[in-house]
């Protein structure tokens, strides 16, 4: 079966997003190769190295936002903060 790469990116992006904390901090646990490519998207701070997290970019973290409000939202038309 193959893979929409560009949903995979969008689908981690949003779930990056879940896990945000610190000031546009967020757990870098997903597929290495999916976030080499958000990274080289300009997305997000490189994935290598020590630190557990990465850090989105401006576009990343509005990137980020709205594709979980797309995605996972339990009311996409009324979401709230």
Partial sequence: MDADRDRIEEAVLALLYLGLHDHGRAWKSFNWETMSRLHAKGLISDPVGKAKSV??????????EAAFRKMFAADRLTWTD
């Fill in 55 to 64: 850090v989105f970019t401006e576009d990343g973290l509005r990137s980020a």
